[in-house]
């Protein structure tokens, strides 16, 4: 069996799971984006006493506005996620996870700042692509301008959620990691193969995401368990992203549609 065969095989067996998984593909692709944000809220629900007396210590605030900014953050959070999973209001609900960001901003750094907005901005170009690919193409010339920065947005702040995952260090495995990823993530952002390069994407971070950052074998108590804990929603909004790609397609100036009209 040649390359041409075996790539072609691929994309069958792709294009098979794709028919099957198709109507579920975008819901999970959402639920993976604002795994962050669900997690949080989460937290904040079963940690509510050790979340108050955080803030509370950390601001010298006092206990009724640390009570206040705990509570808006999780019914913010919570409310938010289960507005963008149920396809209603999506836009506000971003802006509202968007408002909880800023709140948030002297308890982080300004990358986690920056790395959680990423995944809201894709779920905004997704809300206002109303059903059309955006992130593995540049917008068809048929298309408004603004759908068409919200679709090239897209495509960048996908790639850009990805090098937040490269790791710059000499063992073997992160090589190869780095490579693996950087070409698959390349196929995806000029739309060559997009669906088999995504899906392919998406396993490969999945496999790592679950043996390197399995936080749920640390006890709590360990600090190493709240890094894993983070690293592998990270990796989990990607995962996401991905999965947008996987479910919408190439978009309408792509390599993949270039390829049909040679």
């Known amino acids: 069996m040649g390359q041409e065969d075996l790539m072609n095989k691929a994309e069958d067996v792709a294009d098979q799971f794709l028919r099957v998984t198709k109507q ?3 819901h999970l692709a959402r639920l993976c984006l604002i795994s962050t944000f669900l997690e949080d809220g989460i937290r904040m629900w079963f940690q509510w006493n050790e ?20 509570l ?6 919570l409310g938010g996620c289960v507005l963008i999973l149920s396809r209603n209001f999506v836009q506000y609900a971003c802006f509202g996870l968007f408002g909880i960001i800023a709140l948030q901003v002297r308890l982080t750094s300004f990358t ?30 048929g298309e408004s301008s603004p759908k068409q920065y919200m679709q090239l947005g897209g495509r960048v702040l996908l790639v850009l959620m990805f090098m937040t995952l490269l790791h710059f260090d000499s063992s073997f495995f992160s090589i190869l990691q780095n490579m693996v990823g950087t070409a698959l993530i390349i196929l995806v ?3 060559f193969k997009t669906k088999l390069a995504a899906l392919t994407l998406v396993v490969w971070l999945f496999a790592i995401n679950v043996y390197f950052n399995a936080f749920w074998t640390i006890p709590a108590y360990k ?17 996401g992203g991905l999965l947008l790609v996987v479910a919408l397609g190439p978009g309408g100036v792509s390599m993949d549609e270039k390829k049909k009209e040679w």
């Open 223 to 239: 600090p190493m368990h709240d890094f894993l804990k983070y690293d592998f929603f990270q990796t989990t909004s990607v995962i």
């Open 24 to 26: 579920y593909l975008p």
């Open 189 to 191: 952002a000029i739309g």
């Open 72 to 77: 808006l953050n999780l019914v913010g959070q």
């Open 112 to 141: 986690d700042i920056f790395r959680n907005t990423r995944g809201l901005l894709l779920l905004l170009a997704e809300s206002r692509s109303e059903g059309k690919s955006m992130f593995a193409g540049v917008p068809s010339m």
């Open 51 to 70: 979340q108050r007396d955080y803030i509370e210590a950390t601001w010298s605030c006092g206990y009724f506005l640390a009570t206040c900014f705990v």
